[in-house]
T-cell receptor, first 112, second 111 residues
């Protein structure tokens, strides 16, 4: 069963605009991670935010985590055509040793 | 995807045949995982391993077998392939609490 659910399922914006994707989850977590997947490729780890953190930055990426609402957001600033991909949130729960649970992803299209 | 290799990249097999998907990592990560990715389902965990000779079932383990005799290898075997096992299979590795490194995937078609 899916732990995380991304919203929206698809997003199309113009190059240079900011893109925001949201993720909601159901149970307590150790951390939440965001991944990018280009068409036909494997997933690439973008950023990990731990349950005791509220915000994290990495380059043009900003992730927030609200454990009281069981939600997270991924903001990509100044989008580029190369950011076109599917983005997945994934949660690690329990002891952490039994794998990540992934959402179904947001498909982001950056129009040049 | 440097450091984790999956083979083959593409595979077509017949219903009822046994097929093994290979995964090799050079990071010496303790944890390894197999996921399948299907349209409408996202990624679902098949099996995972915390160390050599330690494996556990994931959400969708029926019809699959794994082994981990060495830390760096984690092969996934479909004992008797069915059409419902047509999917893209991803191997991943990590250390506990860290992000995962994924392989490029194996696209398996069962006819």
């Amino acid at each position: 069963s899916q732990q995380g659910e991304e919203d929206p399922q698809a997003l199309s914006i113009q190059e240079g605009e900011n893109a925001t994707m949201n993720c909601s989850y159901k149970t307590s977590i150790n951390n939440l991670q965001w991944y990018r997947q280009n068409s036909g490729r494997g997933l690439v780890h973008l950023i990990l935010i731990r349950s005791n953190e509220r915000e994290k930055h990495s380059g043009r990426l900003r992730v927030t985590l609200d454990t009281s609402k069981k939600s997270s957001s991924l903001l990509i600033t100044a989008s580029r055509a190369a950011d076109t991909a599917s983005y997945f949130c994934a949660t690690e729960a329990g002891g952490g040793a039994d794998g990540l649970t992934f959402g179904k992803g947001t498909h982001l299209i950056i129009q040049p | 995807d440097a450091g984790i290799t999956q083979s083959p990249r593409y595979k077509i097999t017949e219903t009822g045949r046994q097929v093994t998907l290979m995964c090799h990592q050079t990071w010496s990560h303790s944890y390894m995982f197999w996921y399948r990715q299907d349209l409408g389902h996202g990624l679902r965990l098949i099996y995972y391993s915390a160390a050599a000779d330690i494996t556990d079932k994931g959400e969708v383990s029926d019809g699959y077998v794994v082994s981990r005799s060495k830390t760096e290898n984690f092969p996934l075997t479909l004992e008797s392939a069915t059409r419902s096992q047509t999917s893209v299979y991803f191997c991943a590795s990590s250390e506990l609490g860290d992000g995962y490194t994924f392989g490029s995937g194996t696209r398996l078609t069962v006819v």
